[in-house]
Nanobody, 115 residues
Framework: VQLVESGGGLVQPGGSLRLSCAASGFTPSNYDMNWYRQAPGKERELVAAINSAGRGTNYVDSVKGRFTVSRDNAKNTVYLQMNSLKPEDTAVYYC?????????WGQGTQVTVSS
């Protein structure tokens, strides 16, 4: 199982970014996928989740209405569209999947929201 995130960077408050997670080594279309983030000095938190078919999503309250998780199973890729970014969204963002009772993580991508 391999997960590779991309799309992070430095953005001003109010800006947007789209993160991508390319999955390989398993059949992503059979699994729910998640985005987590971890800010300095804080615990890793679940930000968004999407079910295997892409028809069900969940979000942490702090990002509802601003972030959208989606997936393209034909491309084995999961996305996180982040709009109206705030400084408190600054964190390393990780893609996650649980396959056969084991959690797998990508290397993470840094998102920094600052003026």
């Amino acid at each position: 199982v391999q997960l590779v995130e991309s799309g992070g960077g430095l953005v001003q408050p109010g800006g947007s970014l789209r993160l991508s997670c390319a999955a390989s080594g398993f059949t992503p279309s059979n699994y729910d996928m998640n985005w987590y983030r971890q800010a300095p000095g804080k615990e890793r938190e679940l930000v968004a989740a999407i079910n295997s078919a892409g028809r069900g999503t969940n979000y942490v309250d702090s990002v509802k209405g601003r972030f959208t998780v989606s997936r393209d199973n034909a491309k084995n890729t999961v996305y996180l569209q982040m709009n109206s970014l705030k400084p408190e969204d600054t964190a390393v963002y990780y893609c996650n999947v649980r396959v056969r009772l084991r959690n797998y993580w990508g290397q993470g991508t840094q998102v920094t929201v600052s003026s």
